[in-house]
């Protein structure tokens, strides 16, 4: 059973710092692209960024939104990726979900974590 | 970036009736390389996360029921519910992976009439 776990979030106030955890089972994880998606309550499906295989050079692409205070990155060898998570905003207030797209068939996201809640407030 | 615009943005049909939300591209999501199309549709339901029901524009992922179908070309798609039933009630979005950023549609709700 394919399955994306989350972990880390949490309450920070704003200009602070968090980091997510994904840990994954069921799927050949090194060969697939880990991408993060978030939603703020009672809105739409905004992406955040992927890492991609170490066949595709562990590349990352980041939403202008978060560019230069979200890394990603991954332990191939323990199933995990992460997110960074730097200099957070109130407006980053959002249930950010890891997903997986296999990055050998290249269809398009296909599990998804339950999600984990990040609130920045003050 | 491409702009996905979803439409409408909420629905109400009557049950066993046809729903059918829209979205269209700001740009081609055509993949040269393997002729398909980087448009993929996903149900959610509250307090859920999305579930996969269309990717590469048609193909319906397994277990799908066959009432979910998708259709287009080029820059213009539809998700087909051919005979709404009442566990279809969910928000449905699209996704275009043809590039990053990767993009979402704003949503459809999908309602009971």
């Known amino acids: 059973e394919v399955q994306l776990v989350e972990s880390g979030g949490g309450l920070v106030q704003p200009g602070g710092s968090l980091k997510l955890s994904c840990a994954a089972s069921?799927?050949?994880?090194?060969?697939?692209?880990i991408h993060w998606v978030r939603q703020a309550s009672g809105k739409g499906l905004e992406w955040v960024g992927r890492?991609?295989?170490?066949?595709?050079?562990?590349?990352?692409a980041y939403a202008a939104s978060v560019k230069d205070r979200f890394i990603l990155s991954r332990d191939d060898s323990k199933n995990t990726a992460y997110l960074e998570m730097n200099s957070l905003k109130t407006e980053d207030t959002a249930v950010y979900y890891c997903?997986?797209?296999?990055?050998?068939?290249?269809?398009?996201?296909?599990?998804w974590g339950q999600g984990t809640l990040v609130t920045v407030s003050s | 970036d491409i702009v996905m615009t979803q439409s409408p943005d909420s629905l109400a049909v009557s049950l066993g009736e046809r729903a059918t939300i829209n979205c269209k591209s700001s740009?081609?999501?055509?993949?040269?390389?393997?002729?398909?199309?980087?448009l993929t549709w996903y149900q959610q339901k509250p307090g859920q996360p999305p579930k996969l029901l269309i990717y590469?524009?048609?193909t319906r992922e397994s277990g799908v029921p066959d009432r979910f179908s998708g259709s287009g070309s080029g820059t213009d798609f539809t998700l087909t519910i051919s005979s709404l039933q009442a566990e279809d009630v969910a928000v449905y979005f699209c996704?275009?992976?043809?590039?990053?950023?990767?993009?979402f549609g704003g949503g459809t709700k999908v309602e009971i009439k």
């Open positions: 997903t997986r797209l296999d990055d050998v068939m290249l269809t398009s996201i296909d599990y």
């Open positions: 069921g799927f050949t994880f090194s060969d697939s692209a």
């Open positions: 890492i991609r295989s170490k066949a595709k050079s562990y590349a990352t």
């Open positions: 740009q081609s999501l055509l993949y040269s390389s393997n002729n398909k199309y980087y």
């Open positions: 590469w524009a048609s």
């Open positions: 996704l275009q992976s043809y590039s990053t950023p990767l993009t």
